[in-house]
């Protein structure tokens, strides 16, 4: 249900604060209210014009607002006082229009003196000030992307680009029916004029462009917006409805509609809240419904007495003791050997924990795998990381004795899947150097080994050949001689 606040007259410009908790500046009659964003009564109120203020704006950081008024000056706010910091005079005429250019530090005014302005902030002077328009002018905006870049919107049908840099206009565009407000997307990129009954977009990277036009108002289009993502935009005509098109298509995807005639509209940071103002002074606050969350029912857990109950029961002699068997809880590896995905199984053998510290685990799985016939699908179609991962399990393991038969064998497939690729990579070349050399180091081992034992051999039958001839030549019967000299 939509929230309805009594202004003192009509209101001319809402403006959100970007920065939480997301309050907004109303602007009517001669006063400009703050209002929370669930408030009905206005948080602050700055009430020090003598006449009608206009468009109050809040700079990008939120802590200064801006604001025109009827006897031609534009005063500066700071959100935690009251009176001014300072008074920008130089217009003639009431000053409709004023916002902050992105750089923070300057701001823009256009008035009915057919001027738009430029002035600096710390000094409190002039900068620059355009006399272009023919008419009043009565809407403007800055660009987010150039801190030099602004825009204004004039009763003289035209809509005019200006670069603080320039001493005149860098583009005019003709809208073709007296200006009411303006827009530019947060690319810079695209422009939105609103005039007469039509709301049309512009390119400006195309020197000004005309994209679309759109009429689905009855009477002067008045005030214009954006949604935070960008994909809405949003209009408000003195017929008493908002638009609510699509940037994609420009197609009314929605529409609002009011009991007056519309003169503003401002939507919040994160869109859950659409403020419209009215020429009756009723400012209308509509929230986004919130969503309904489904609450999880939550089961109540067993007191603690529950587990403890029965420990410390002891059997009688009568009793039956029934043992609980206990339930096994198989390895991620074992679970997927089960569902037979033999490249995931070897994956997760390859995990570091199990590789470096358990690896008869890893090459037991290459084992079963081999055993199945599916090693070779699982150690092929592997990347530059898993194959440098394998050499380099297989060359620091393939010497152990207790491996060696299985790491022979997933050395010999692997070469045999990867000769293709070898020299597309210097880390997987490497890792089979290193096996290479692996293998030549124990292959050199073993030939020494081999070679011991052959000593040992031709030692061991040389010592027996001894031992029996010095038995015949004693003679059997001297049996305590031959014990003493064995001994001996």
Same mark, same amino acid.
């Given at each position: 249900?939509?929230?309805?606040?009594?202004?003192?007259?009509?209101?001319?410009? =809402?403006?959100?604060?970007?920065?939480?908790?997301? !309050?907004?500046?109303?602007?009517?009659?001669?006063?400009?209210?703050?209002?929370?964003?669930?408030?009905?009564?206005?948080?602050?109120?700055?009430?020090?014009?003598?006449?009608?203020?206009?468009?109050?704006?809040? /700079?990008?950081?939120?802590?200064?607002?801006?604001?025109?008024?009827?006897?031609?000056?534009?005063?500066?706010?700071?959100?935690?006082?009251?009176?001014?910091?300072?008074? &920008?005079?130089?217009?003639?005429?009431?000053?409709?229009?004023?916002?902050?250019?992105?750089?923070?530090?300057?701001?823009?005014?256009?008035?009915?003196?057919?001027?738009?302005?430029?002035?600096?902030?710390?000094?409190?002077?002039?900068?620059?000030?355009?006399? +272009?328009?023919? %008419?009043?002018?009565? $809407?403007? $905006?800055?660009?987010?992307?150039?801190?030099?870049?602004?825009?204004?919107? #004039?009763?003289?049908?035209?809509?005019?680009?200006?670069?603080?840099?320039?001493?005149?206009?860098?583009?005019?565009?003709?809208?073709?029916? @007296?200006?009411?407000?303006?827009?530019?997307?947060? *690319?810079?990129?695209?422009?939105?004029?609103?005039?007469?009954?039509?709301?049309?977009?512009? %390119?400006?990277?195309?020197?000004?462009?005309?994209?679309? *036009?759109?009429?689905?108002?009855?009477?002067?289009?008045? $005030?214009?917006?954006?949604?935070?993502?960008?994909?809405?935009?949003?209009?408000?005509?003195?017929?008493?409805?908002?638009?609510?098109?699509?940037?994609?298509?420009?197609?009314?995807?929605?529409?609002?509609?009011?009991?007056?005639?519309?003169?503003?509209?401002?939507?919040? @940071?994160?869109?859950?809240?659409?403020?419209?103002?009215?020429?009756?002074?009723?400012? !209308?606050?509509?929230?986004?419904?919130?969503?309904? /969350?489904?609450?999880?029912?939550?089961?109540?857990?067993?007191?603690?007495?529950?587990?403890?109950?029965?420990?410390?029961?002891?059997?009688?002699?009568?009793? &039956?003791?029934?043992?609980?068997?206990?339930?096994?809880?198989? /390895?991620?590896?074992?679970?997927?050997?089960?569902?037979?995905? #033999?490249?995931?199984?070897?994956?997760?053998?390859?995990?570091? @924990?199990?590789?470096?510290?358990?690896?008869?685990?890893?090459?037991?799985?290459?084992?079963?795998?081999? /055993?199945?016939?599916?090693?070779?699908?699982?150690?092929?179609?592997?990347?530059?990381?898993? =194959?440098?991962?394998?050499?380099?399990?297989?060359?620091?393991?393939?010497?152990?004795?207790?491996?060696?038969?299985?790491?022979?064998?997933?050395?010999?497939?692997?070469?045999?899947?990867?000769?293709?690729?070898?020299?597309? #990579?210097?880390?997987?070349?490497?890792?089979?150097?290193?096996?290479?050399?692996?293998?030549?180091?124990?292959? %050199?081992?073993?030939?020494?080994?081999? +070679?011991?034992?052959?000593?040992?051999?031709?030692? &061991?039958?040389? &010592?027996?050949?001894?031992?029996?001839?010095?038995?015949?030549?004693?003679?059997?019967? %001297?049996?305590?001689?031959?014990?003493?000299?064995?001994?001996?």
């Amino acid at each position: 249900t939509p929230v309805q606040i009594k202004e003192f007259g009509a209101v001319n410009k =809402i403006d959100f604060s970007p920065i939480p908790p997301y !309050n907004y500046a109303v602007t009517a009659s001669s006063r400009i209210h703050i209002y929370g964003r669930y408030s009905q009564e206005p948080l602050k109120t700055f009430s020090r014009f003598k006449d009608a203020a206009y468009c109050a704006t809040y /700079r990008d950081d939120g802590n200064l607002l801006v604001a025109g008024s009827e006897e031609g000056s534009i005063r500066l706010f700071d959100i935690g006082g009251r009176a001014p910091l300072r008074q &920008f005079d130089g217009h003639t005429k009431p000053v409709h229009v004023v916002g902050f250019l992105s750089d923070k530090y300057r701001i823009f005014s256009g008035g009915d003196d057919y001027s738009s302005d430029l002035w600096d902030i710390p000094s409190g002077t002039q900068i620059v000030s355009y006399s +272009e328009h023919t %008419d009043y002018v009565r $809407c403007g $905006c800055a660009s987010k992307v150039n801190g030099d870049v602004f825009i204004t919107g #004039s009763y003289d049908h035209t809509v005019k680009l200006f670069d603080a840099r320039t001493k005149s206009s860098v583009m005019t565009i003709e809208h073709g029916q @007296p200006v009411e407000s303006v827009l530019l997307f947060p *690319s810079g990129g695209l422009l939105v004029s609103a005039g007469g009954r039509y709301v049309k977009v512009w %390119d400006v990277l195309k020197g000004g462009q005309l994209l679309v *036009s759109l009429k689905n108002h009855h009477k002067t289009v008045t $005030c214009l917006c954006l949604n935070s993502s960008g994909q809405r935009l949003l209009s408000g005509s003195l017929d008493r409805h908002v638009k609510i098109y699509s940037t994609t298509s420009y197609k009314v995807v929605h529409s609002f509609d009011y009991a007056t005639s519309i003169l503003s509209l401002a939507l919040s @940071p994160e869109d859950e809240t659409i403020v419209v103002g009215m020429t009756n002074g009723v400012l !209308n606050v509509k929230h986004r419904k919130p969503e309904e /969350r489904k609450e999880k029912s939550q089961k109540r857990q067993p007191a603690y007495r529950t587990y403890l109950k029965g420990r410390t029961y002891m059997p009688k002699q009568e009793d &039956f003791c029934v043992s609980k068997p206990a339930k096994r809880v198989l /390895r991620k590896y074992d679970k997927l050997l089960k569902s037979f995905q #033999s490249s995931k199984a070897l994956d997760a053998v390859l995990e570091p @924990p199990i590789r470096l510290y358990t690896p008869e685990v890893t090459v037991a799985v290459m084992q079963e795998l081999h /055993r199945r016939g599916t090693l070779r699908s699982a150690l092929a179609g592997r990347d530059e990381k898993q =194959i440098n991962l394998l050499l380099t399990f297989v060359a620091r393991r393939v010497i152990e004795p207790r491996f060696t038969p299985i790491l022979v064998t997933v050395a010999d497939m692997i070469t045999d899947i990867y000769q293709p690729v070898v020299g597309q #990579s210097a880390v997987v070349d490497r890792q089979f150097l290193r096996l290479q050399e692996a293998i030549g180091k124990e292959i %050199d081992y073993q030939e020494e080994l081999l +070679e011991v034992l052959g000593m040992m051999d031709t030692l &061991f039958a040389t &010592f027996t050949k001894k031992r029996d001839t010095y038995l015949e030549e004693n003679g059997s019967n %001297d049996l305590t001689e031959t014990i003493e000299t064995n001994r001996s």
